[in-house]
């Protein structure tokens, strides 16, 4: 298989060695990208008709389990190179 058809996510997995938990979330994430970002996404109606508070709220709490996957990762790799 070549590269191209990996998907991002197999990729981080892969060569990062990245958890499953924060694999999920990053794929959740992936599906709000483009629906929430253009208004003309959808076939009528704007972004806001189709996404509720509790869709924010889930989006937050993985995009914040990812930023501390992320800290948590950093932290570990500048201690190996001190």
């Given amino acids: 298989m070549d590269k ?3 998907s991002s996510s ?3 997995k892969r060569e990062l060695n990245v958890p ?3 694999i ?11 629906p929430t970002r253009y208004p003309n996404a959808w076939s009528e ?6 996404y509720t508070k509790d869709d924010a709220d889930d989006a937050i709490r993985k995009a914040t389990l990812i930023i501390e996957w992320v ?7 500048k201690r190996g190179r001190s």
């Fill in 24 to 34: 999920d979330a990053d794929k959740a994430l992936d599906k709000h990208y483009v």
């Fill in 45 to 50: 109606g704007s972004p806001h008709e189709y």
């Fill in 71 to 77: 800290r948590k990762s950093w932290e570990l790799l």
């Fill in 10 to 12: 197999h990729c981080l």
């Fill in 4 to 6: 191209a058809s990996i």
């Fill in 20 to 22: 499953n938990e924060i």
